[in-house]
């Protein structure tokens, strides 16, 4: 074991003895900043990556929530007729449709990315939740593009914008740090059950229905709601639609539920992540 690893379990058994995980917290989180160039150069890696010797580019990242936009359209709201609480189903679509598709390619990408990076993880030292983190990162440049296609569709629909739209920094960092959470929950049980691979394809496919993207929140009956709410991309996608189509500022006690359990799920995701980081280089 090398020397910094030694340092790093001084640290989580002391850490453990005294019952004090939030030290255990602060100091690793405060190590990972540290190595905030890493994580700024493997995220800049990524997208170098995914569009070296393409032909379309960056364009992909408006390509493919805009032909889901269209599919949705057709299939949920032409034929299934299913509500969009009065907006254009185009608009409503796309607007839940360009988040959920910057979160499901995150955590695909993010959790395979130790596993991905076997030689990094054994040979070299560094807050290994970069490689869970950068993917993420690279992401939320496509979301960005995306999101600019929201202005042209809003344009043609006449539908109205809204100072509320300024809420959107924050939406995107609450959703940054969920993200970066399942990530790093799901890239530990990688490491140890590659069955996590095969069934992450499935796990997404059911989240996003259970999250409203092809139906509004007031779908879901009353006396569910709160309960339905303990996903907390439903709290989120709601959120981007109460900014960018009702001028709703997100807030009330669902918003705080879903901010509380998000940094909740944070926190027991990076300590169960830290907890495991010494033994990754012995099993992977």
Known sequence: MKREDKTLEVRYNDAEARGNLFRLLYESLREFISYREL?????LRDI????KQTIFGVAWAIIQPF???IIFTLIFGKFAKIS????????FSYVALVPWTFFSHSVNTGSMGLVSNISLVTKAYFPKEILVLA???AYLIDFAIAETIFIGLALYFHVDFHATIFWLP?????????TWAVGLFLATLNVFYRDVKYALSLLMQIWMYATPIVYPLSQVPANLRNFYLLNPMA??????????LQGQSPGGMSFLLTTG?????FIVAYLFFKRLELKFADII
Not at 39 to 43: D, E, G, N, S, V
Not at 84 to 91: H, M, R
Not at 261 to 265: A, D, E, N, Q, T
């Open 135 to 137: 993917p993420t990162l």
């Open 170 to 178: 924050v939406l995107v960092f609450l959703q940054l740090f969920f």
């Open 67 to 69: 032909c889901m936009m």
């Open 39 to 43: 994580l700024w150069h493997w995220a």
């Open 84 to 91: 969009s609480d009065g907006f254009p189903y185009p608009v």
């Open 235 to 244: 709290g989120i996608i709601n959120g981007y639609r109460q900014i960018f």
């Open 261 to 265: 359990g998000v940094f909740l799920l």
């Open 48 to 51: 170098k990556v995914r569009y």
